[in-house]
């Protein structure tokens, strides 16, 4: 009996650590991105403002840890032969909300093979750096962590 009693105990504790304090299930990708420090984290109320704020005033955030939620997209430019990802929401445009806010983001080209379908909800978790391109300087997040996510936030933000 007393084996049958542990045995319990010990499944409900490793159940119980499997799952965290909500009871649902972490996942792998979960774990690691709770241990990445960061500095910024852009939630839907003034996300339009704090991008801006990171194309305005670049210098302050060159080398920060910033993460958010968004649409992944993978697009192909031309001039270079090469294709680029962002994780973006609309926001204000010159026709309503045809806009697009957030930002490039590197991802390991080893790694390709792991990268989000087109229109998936993603969270990533990066550093915002510049990189010149064809004489000119872009900034991008280089991804520490990208992973798809099961709730979809606001795909349209307004401030």
Known sequence: ????????????????LMTGCSGVPVSEAEEVAAQIPVDLEIREKLFVAQMNDIYINTDD?????I?????????????TDSYFNMVFRFGPGCCGTDGVVG?????????????PSDNDWVEVIGVVEEYEELGNIYLRL???SLR??????AETVLQ
């Open 1 to 16: 009996m007393k084996k049958v009693i542990l045995l319990v105990v010990m499944l409900s504790l490793g159940l119980g």
């Open 142 to 144: 280089n991804a520490i």
């Open 67 to 79: 993460k958010y939620e968004g649409m992944f997209a993978r697009e192909y430019y031309e001039l």
């Open 148 to 153: 798809v996510l099961d709730k979809r936030g």
């Open 61 to 65: 955030f060159l080398g920060k840890t």
């Open 103 to 115: 930002l490039e983001v590197a991802w390991d080209e080893e790694k390709e093979d792991e990268l």
